[in-house]
C-alpha cells in the first residue's frame, strides 16, 4: 500500500504580545500634565501681574489724548517722548534726591537699631523683657495713620519741622524689624556665644563679631523692607515737612497725579515717574530675593 501524502502546513507564528502599560508610565504622563498646568497657570498670573507695569511704559509714550481715549492700548497712536521731556523740566531730579537720602539714612539706621534691639529680646536677661516684647507686638498692630496727627505735633514741638530730621528720625525705628531680628536672634544656637565669652568677649562684642554675620538672611529682608517703606512712604512725608525743596519722590509725584502741572490728569508724565519710582525697589527686591524669603520663613519655623 502506498503511504498517503503529506500536506505541508505553514507555520504558525506566536501571537506578538502586546506592550503592557505600566503604572510607572501612567503616573509619569500624570505628573506631566500636573507640571503642564502648573506652569500655565503661573505664566498665566505672571502676566496678569506684569501687564499693569507693560501698560505704565508704554501710557508714558503716549499723548494725554490718546491715553484718555486708550488706556489700554499697547501701541502709542501716535508715538512720542513729550511726557518725558516735561518730566525733566520738573523737580523730579531734586526729589530722587531726597529719596534716596531719606532712604539710604533710614535703612542703615533701621538694619542698625532692629538688629541690635532684637539681640537684646532675645539673648540679654532682664527685668521687663517679655513687657517690652508685648509692648513692641502692640505698636505693630496699630496703624501709621493714626500716628500721623501725634508726629506733625512733636515734630512742631520739637522744633525739626520743615528739616531732614523731621524726615528721617521718626523713621530710624520699625517694630516689624525688629520682631524679625528676634525671631531670627533666637535659632541660633546659645553655645556659639559661650565660646566667645569664654574668650572674654563682651556682649556688644560678641553681638557684633559672633551673632551678626550669622543673620545674614534675617538683616538683608530687614534692609529690603526698610528700603522699600521708606522709598514708598506717602503719609510721614505730607505731615512732616511743607518747603517744596524738602519734598521726595512720593510728594512731588503725588503732585503730579493731582494735576500740578495744569488741567487734565496727565497720565503719560504721571506714568513716566511712577515707571522710574519702580526701578529701585524693584532692583533691590530681585537682588536679595533669596535671602530675603529665608529671612522671612525664620519667624514661622520658631513658632
Known amino acids: 500500500m502506498s503511504e498517503a501524502p503529506t500536506i505541508d502546513r505553514p507555520a504558525v507564528e506566536p501571537a506578538r504580545r502586546q506592550p503592557e502599560v505600566t503604572d510607572g508610565a501612567v503616573g509619569k504622563g500624570t505628573t506631566t500634565t500636573r507640571k503642564l498646568i502648573v506652569y500655565g497657570l ?18 508714558s509714550f503716549k499723548t494725554d489724548a490718546d491715553a484718555v481715549n486708550n488706556p489700554l492700548r499697547l501701541i502709542p497712536n501716535p508715538f512720542t517722548t513729550d511726557a518725558w521731556r516735561r518730566l525733566r523740566e520738573t523737580d523730579f531730579p531734586l526729589w530722587f534726591l531726597n ?29 521687663g523683657r517679655d513687657a517690652v516684647f508685648t509692648a513692641l507686638l502692640a505698636v505693630m498692630a496699630v496703624p501709621g495713620v493714626v500716628l500721623l496727627i501725634p508726629k506733625f505735633l512733636v515734630l512742631n514741638d520739637l522744633g525739626i519741622y520743615n528739616t531732614y ?13 525688629v520682631f524679625i531680628m528676634k525671631q531670627f536672634f533666637e535659632r541660633i544656637p546659645v553655645s556659639v556665644e559661650e565660646a566667645a565669652r569664654i574668650d572674654g568677649a563682651g556682649p556688644f562684642r560678641t553681638y557684633w563679631s559672633v551673632v551678626l554675620p ?90
Open 42 to 59: 503661573l505664566a498665566f498670573f505672571a502676566l496678569v501681574y506684569v501687564y499693569p507695569f507693560i501698560i505704565q511704559l508704554v501710557t
Open 165 to 177: 530730621a523731621a524726615l528721617i528720625i521718626p523713621l530710624v525705628v520699625d517694630a516689624a524689624g
Open 214 to 303: 550669622m543673620a545674614k538672611p534675617a538683616l538683608i529682608t530687614v534692609t529690603i523692607l526698610s528700603f522699600q517703606g521708606s522709598w514708598n512712604e506717602l503719609g510721614h512725608f505730607i505731615v512732616a515737612a511743607q518747603d517744596p525743596s524738602l519734598y521726595t519722590l512720593t510728594r512731588g509725584v503725588a503732585g503730579l497725579t493731582s494735576g500740578q502741572l495744569g488741567s487734565g490728569q496727565q497720565f503719560p508724565i504721571t506714568m513716566a515717574a511712577g515707571l522710574l519710582m519702580t526701578i529701585p525697589t524693584a532692583l533691590v527686591f530681585v537682588l536679595f530675593q533669596r535671602y530675603f524669603t529665608q529671612g522671612a520663613n525664620a519667624g514661622a519655623e520658631k513658632g
Open 99 to 127: 529719596s534716596a537720602i531719606v532712604t539710604l539714612v533710614v535703612t542703615t539706621c533701621r538694619v542698625l537699631f532692629a538688629s541690635m534691639a532684637g539681640y537684646a529680646l532675645a539673648r540679654l536677661h532682664y527685668r
